[in-house]
């Protein structure tokens, strides 16, 4: 039987990891955050009632074993001038199932039998209204994702506005599973809105299986500038109840001083830097090694195969 193994985030971070992870064999439970208000699935939350499907559909599509150009037409967005501009293709399916169903979690149970993925994925919530609030430094509360990660603030608690009824399939994953992943992506909006829920909390204080963080390449501007990665297993202890983060996978090859510039200049992003002493005194075993790679886009993403390969090779030595 395959090793259990539950991934929390959002965005992109965990789509990149789950198009590696998927050809690996564990068993696959993708929790997904659904409080996105911005670009497509904003307009449909807003129309529809929904929870967000955006980051949902793009982790359907990475986990799908079904042809590339299926893949793209799920990802594929409407330019045009009526009211279909910047919708995605994938988030009108999912939101059509969701009116059909009535639920999110049998909608994403549909789709990911017509696109052939093999592994599951669930919204963390089915909670339509579900919205993530910020407290900054400034004692100001900031209203919404898209509004958090556009403030580039530093904040001081990341919050909901009312507390999410988390779904039981997803207690049940991490009572059963054998690791649990933080992905890579946006600390404040991919993965704190996944364990700041209550029910969610009290699970990990439950298990027994190894809490991994897979540490960003860089920082997020406001959020996180000059975060090391000990930074940021900080802050996620700092959410968490009794349980801590217990190993880090972190990138080890320096970035080009041509590329570290661009990203200075035009994201206001650096490089996360491994502070190897900060780590061995809060007890955190380090994986490192050279996990990134130039996109297409000529931007620095995960080694999807290499990342997941580390991810295995500890899976199996525990």
């Given amino acids: 039987m395959y090793k259990k193994v539950v991934v929390f985030g959002g965005g992109t971070g965990i789509s990149y990891l ?3 992870l998927k050809d690996f064999p564990v068993d696959i439970t993708a929790v997904i955050t659904v409080s996105d208000n ?3 699935t904003g307009k449909l939350r807003e129309e529809f009632h929904t929870p967000a499907v955006g ?19 799920m990802s594929y967005r409407f330019n045009t001038s009526s009211d279909l501009d910047g919708h995605a293709v994938g988030n009108l ?7 059909i169903t009535g639920s999110l979690k049998d909608s994403i149970s549909n789709l990911s039998k017509i696109l052939d993925v093999r592994h ?13 609030m910020g407290l900054d430094t400034e004692g100001d509360v900031i209203e919404g994702e898209e509004q958090i990660t556009k403030s580039n603030k530093k904040f001081e608690k990341i919050f909901y506005k009312d507390e999410p009824k988390v779904l039981p399939e997803v207690i049940n994953a ?3 599973a054998d690791l649990i992943i933080f992905s890579m992506g ?15 909390k009290e699970a990990l ?11 960003n390449i860089v920082t997020q501007p406001g959020e996180t500038d000059n975060f090391t990665v000990g930074d940021h297993i900080k802050l996620l202890n700092r959410y968490l109840n009794k349980r801590n983060v217990d190993v880090v996978i972190a990138n080890n090859k320096k970035v080009s001083e041509e590329m570290a510039k661009r990203y200075e200049s035009e994201e206001q992003k650096d490089p996360v830097l491994i502070d190897r002493k900060v780590l061995k005194e809060i007890g955190i075993e380090l994986i490192e090694d050279d996990i990134i790679i130039i996109d297409e886009d000529n931007t620095l993403k995960h080694d999807s195969l290499k990342l997941s390969s580390l991810i295995f090779s500890y899976l199996m030595r525990k």
């Fill in 174 to 176: 991490i009572n059963e």
């Fill in 55 to 73: 980051d949902i559909r793009k982790v359907i599509t990475n986990l799908s074993q079904i042809d590339e150009p299926i893949k793209k037409m």
């Fill in 18 to 20: 789950l198009r590696g």
């Fill in 205 to 215: 204080d439950k298990s027994n299986a190894p809490i991994m963080y897979l540490c």
């Fill in 38 to 40: 911005g670009r497509s």
């Fill in 120 to 132: 599951t994925v669930l919204p963390i919530s089915e909670d339509s209204d579900l919205t993530l």
């Fill in 93 to 99: 399916i999912l939101t059509a199932m969701l009116d």
């Fill in 186 to 200: 946006s600390l404040f909006t991919s993965i704190l809105p996944n364990i700041i829920c209550n029910q969610v």
